[in-house]
């Protein structure tokens, strides 16, 4: 029987999910946050990467659209089953806020400080196996309005890099180089699976 991922403590009124612009349900800040406070774990039923493509899609409507974190090579959160508020928070390509995991829990963590109304937003990096064509970055359009949007929730496949809070990115004594930087990063995504779309 697949596990359900514990919830960190209760977020309180920090934060509340409601009508977002950018798409659907957004999660916004109630009040004031610092960079660096912990706002969310991305709970959900934990199930196996083959698990996740038989379920695939959630809403034959939107068939690329699903309420998955990939953990890791193994697990998938699944959100549709047992998930909170931070299922609803939205991708953006300059993100106030970054997915932080922790042996293999994700916590949806500040990256800068967010003032009270701002909409909560992580880089989804997304990363697909099959080859970035245009038709396909279409079928994953961000609406994020960021003056860097990439205009689709795709990430590139070579030399992309998490959004990270400056104390992970910036050594405190010598600099490092952005290769270093790379692989040292983790980088946690939302899931997006193409096999049963494909088929559809």
């Not at 038709?135 to 992309?160: F, H, Q, V």
Request: glycine content about 8%; charged content about 25%; overall charge positive.
């Amino acid at each position: 029987m697949p596990r359900t991922a514990t919830p960190a403590a209760a977020a309180g009124r920090r934060i509340q999910t409601r009508r977002s612009g950018v798409h659907g349900k957004g999660v916004f800040a109630v009040q004031d946050i610092a960079e660096g406070e912990v706002l969310i774990e991305y709970v959900g039923e934990i199930i196996s990467w083959q698990e996740a493509q038989d379920r695939h899609p959630h809403d034959p409507l939107q068939p690329n659209h699903t309420f998955y974190f990939h953990v890791d090579a193994d697990r998938v959160i699944d959100a549709n089953f047992g998930g909170n508020s931070s299922r609803w928070i939205n991708h953006s390509c300059a993100p106030n806020c970054y997915a932080d995991e922790r042996d293999g829990r994700i916590f949806i963590t500040a990256l800068r400080n967010i003032a009270a109304g701002e909409e909560l937003n992580y880089d989804y990096g997304l990363i697909i196996e099959e080859r970035y064509t245009k038709k396909l970055k279409a079928e994953y359009p961000c609406w994020c309005g960021a003056a860097t949007c990439r205009g689709t929730l795709l990430a590139p496949k070579r030399g992309w890099v998490p959004p990270l809070p400056r104390s992970q990115t910036e050594p405190l004594d010598a600099p490092q180089s952005p290769e270093s930087t790379a692989t040292s990063a983790k980088a946690p995504r939302r899931s997006r699976s193409r096999t049963r779309s494909a088929q559809a």
